[in-house]
């Protein structure tokens, strides 16, 4: 890297978090602000789009001001805004600002793929030293997507969700759980949107070999299915009265059953492309027991898992400006 400065604001409106930050081209995190949205969804148990974007639009400002409230916009030399895929109208609202703050001082613009960006959460994490070609896995509410990473700039996708994405199943499984649970405990659990966090809190209690449940899709190709194993959880819980322990033993067999179909297929993939490093990105990542059960099989069977920091898992608007960066500067 050359010596010469250079600082990307970088902005991120796709789904429910409103985010602003500032990196550098060297990896560095001068901000990194996220306003999230989650509290306002939580009632209907998913993102509503309208809501979003009125949401977006009342903050967006909030958030770049404080992204920057050390530092002077005349510094910046690149403004990068996710420009798809996500919900059209939150897209709107980031692409819009970050045009017109271009055009304002005078500042080059560049629209950021946000599956992308959830890949450079990880290089940013690393600070760029993982090597080439590297197996990434984004696991997310919207995208449960497998590529080689060939560079910092070409990805070839292997396999996507052919249903469900994975971080959707977990949301829909927890609203699930909320409404058959007895009326008396309803009030007790944290079941509410997103539901991945709650599902992982409350798995911790249960017994994940208690409800036999699909894993789908393991070794089949290099896509995935999750539709099926939501399916299997509704027919489980259909017109029961869940108890507590009934939730806790439901959410760790679901999980463990997520986590077998990720920890088959990575295996499965890695040695059918002898590739063994592997990125894992979006929301679900953050999950600690996947984590887990990932590095445990990375130790026997050599594999190399890196995941982003806890910040960077969920959507952010700091692995938009770095990937904005290479994109631009490469
Ligand atoms: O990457 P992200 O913030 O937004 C999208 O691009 O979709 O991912 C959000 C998703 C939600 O479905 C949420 O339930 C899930 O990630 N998630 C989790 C956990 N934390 C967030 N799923 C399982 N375990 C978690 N700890
Ligand atoms: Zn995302």
């Given at each position: 890297?050359?010596?010469?400065?250079?600082?990307?604001?970088?902005?991120?409106?796709s789904c429910d978090e409103?985010?602003?930050?500032?990196?550098?081209?060297?990896?560095?995190?001068?901000?990194?602000?996220?306003?999230s949205?989650q509290?306002?969804h939580a009632?209907?148990f998913g993102v509503?789009?309208?809501?979003?974007?009125?949401?977006?639009?009342?903050?967006?400002?909030?958030?770049?001001?404080?992204?920057?409230?050390?530092?002077?916009?005349?510094?910046?030399?690149?403004?990068?805004?996710?420009?798809?895929p996500g919900l059209?109208?939150?897209?709107?609202?980031?692409?819009?600002?970050?045009?017109?703050?271009?055009?304002?001082?005078?500042?080059?613009?560049?629209?950021?793929?946000h599956l992308?960006g959830h890949?450079?959460s990880?290089?940013?994490?690393?600070?760029?030293?993982?090597?080439?070609?590297?197996?990434?896995l984004i696991i997310s509410g919207g995208h449960t997507e497998l590529?080689?990473?060939?560079?910092?700039?070409?990805?070839?996708?292997?396999?996507q969700t052919?249903d469900d994405a994975v971080g959707e199943a977990f949301d829909k499984v927890a609203k699930m759980?909320?409404?058959?649970?007895?009326?008396?405990?309803?009030?007790?659990?944290?079941l509410s949107y997103p539901g991945g966090p709650a599902v992982e809190k409350?798995a911790?209690?249960?017994?994940?070999?208690?409800?036999?449940?699909?894993?789908?899709?393991?070794?089949?190709?290099?896509?995935f299915s999750f539709s099926?194993l939501k399916?299997?959880v509704?027919?489980?819980?259909?017109?029961?009265?869940?108890?507590?322990?009934?939730?806790?033993?439901?959410c760790?067999?679901f999980q463990?059953a997520v986590v077998?179909v990720f920890?088959?297929?990575?295996?499965?993939?890695?040695?059918?492309?002898?590739?063994?490093?592997?990125?894992i990105s979006g929301g679900v990542s953050s999950n600690k027991f996947l984590r887990?059960?990932?590095?445990?099989?990375?130790?026997?069977?050599?594999?190399?898992?890196?995941f982003p920091?806890?910040?960077?898992s969920t959507d952010n608007?700091?692995?938009?400006?770095?990937?904005?960066?290479?994109?631009?500067?490469?």
């Open positions: 890297m050359s010596k010469k400065s250079f600082y990307c604001l970088g902005i991120e409106t409103t985010a602003a930050a500032v990196v550098d081209k060297d990896y560095k995190i001068i901000s990194n602000v996220v306003f949205q509290k306002l009632p209907y509503v789009p309208e809501l979003a974007s009125r949401t977006h639009y009342e903050k967006i400002h909030i958030v770049i001001d404080k992204a920057l409230k050390n530092f002077n916009i005349k510094r910046i030399n690149l403004i990068a805004y996710t420009e798809k059209k109208g939150a897209l709107l609202v980031g692409k819009t600002v970050a045009k017109t703050l271009g055009f304002i001082y005078s500042i080059p613009t560049i629209g950021v793929d992308w890949i450079y990880v290089i940013l994490t690393y600070k760029g030293k993982i090597k080439f070609p590297f197996l990434s590529s080689m990473v060939y560079s910092f700039k070409k990805r070839e996708v292997l396999g052919l759980l909320y409404t058959y649970l007895d009326e008396k405990y309803k009030k007790n659990l944290p409350l911790v209690y249960g017994d994940n070999k208690k409800i036999k449940l699909p894993r789908p899709y393991m070794l089949e190709d290099y896509n099926g399916t299997a509704l027919y489980y819980v259909k017109n029961k009265k869940l108890t507590l322990k009934d939730v806790y033993d439901i760790a067999s463990t077998d920890k088959t297929k990575l295996l499965y993939v890695a040695e059918k492309l002898n590739c063994r490093r592997i990125c887990k059960k990932l590095k445990d099989i990375g130790r026997d069977k050599n594999l190399e898992f890196y920091s806890k910040t960077l608007a700091a692995m938009i400006a770095s990937a904005g960066i290479k994109f631009y500067l490469d």
